[in-house]
């Protein structure tokens, strides 16, 4: 059995917090005693994130709209004040669109790319200074099957995740020599608010859970070994298209 590596008092910045795939991530690296920034869009998510792990002390609540570059400073500003460094980025927010190519607007176009691709781009750059000075430096990129694929009605979102899932892959390449890891996580459909809201005919049957996600991303982190992974592609059997 391979060693765990010990998480205990590791630090970890994760966007998209508030709920899905952030706060199951959340919950469950708090057992591993993480202490954790919760960054989002609405405060009161996030506490209830910061509550349900049962260790809101050591939890740091940021609320903020990472697509401006100022709420991105004051985050990184208060971060590392309370935690001193960050071992652990994950990047999870994004935004999903359902529409035709046709019909997709250049403003949705901009704001999902802003959203999807721009914003982990920025904030891997902004935190590498802080994690080059961990013993534990890790990138985690939540993207999706939509990295790979593309379905009719997501023309903009397709063009988003495979945008990150480049990135992650010249990333992983670039900052291997320095210990540095950058992982992309790419689950079929995860059921969560965001595919309740976009894909209200689907159903949970069969669908992955967030906190299935979350045991992934936690193994990557708990077995830091000498098989580098860039890519891990989640999938159940669904109905297709799905986000």
């Given amino acids: 059995m391979l060693p765990k590596y010990d998480l205990n008092g590791k630090r970890a910045l994760i966007t998209g917090a508030g709920g899905g795939i952030g706060r199951a991530l959340a919950l469950r690296l708090a057992e591993d005693g993480m202490k954790l920034a919760l960054v989002g869009r609405d405060y009161q998510k996030l506490v209830q994130t910061a509550a349900l792990t049962g260790r809101p002390l050591d939890m740091l609540v940021l609320p903020g709209d990472l697509t401006q570059d100022r709420a991105v400073d004051a985050i990184l500003h208060i971060l590392k004040?309370?935690?001193?460094?960050?071992?652990?980025?994950?990047?999870?927010?994004?935004?999903?669109?359902?529409?035709?190519?046709?019909e997709t607007t250049l403003e949705e176009y901009d704001r999902i790319m802003d959203i999807n691709a721009r914003v982990p781009f920025r904030l891997c750059q902004r935190t590498l200074p802080l994690l080059r000075q961990s013993d534990c430096p890790t990138i985690i990129n939540i993207g999706s099957v939509v990295s790979h694929k593309g379905y009719a009605q997501q023309s903009a979102y397709a063009a988003s995740k495979h945008a990150l899932l480049g990135m992650t892959r010249a990333m992983a390449k670039e900052l291997a020599p320095e210990g540095i890891r950058v992982h992309l996580l790419a689950p079929g459909g995860v059921y969560t608010d965001m595919v309740k809201i976009a894909r209200p005919d689907l159903s949970p049957d069969g669908m992955i859970m967030p906190e299935e996600i979350a045991e992934v991303a936690a193994f990557l982190l708990e077995h830091r070994t000498n098989g580098v992974i860039d890519e891990i592609q989640i999938h159940r059997a669904v109905k297709e298209p799905f986000l």
């Fill in 81 to 102: 004040g309370h935690f001193k460094g960050l071992d652990v980025l994950v990047n999870n927010a994004g935004m999903a669109l359902n529409r035709s190519f046709e």
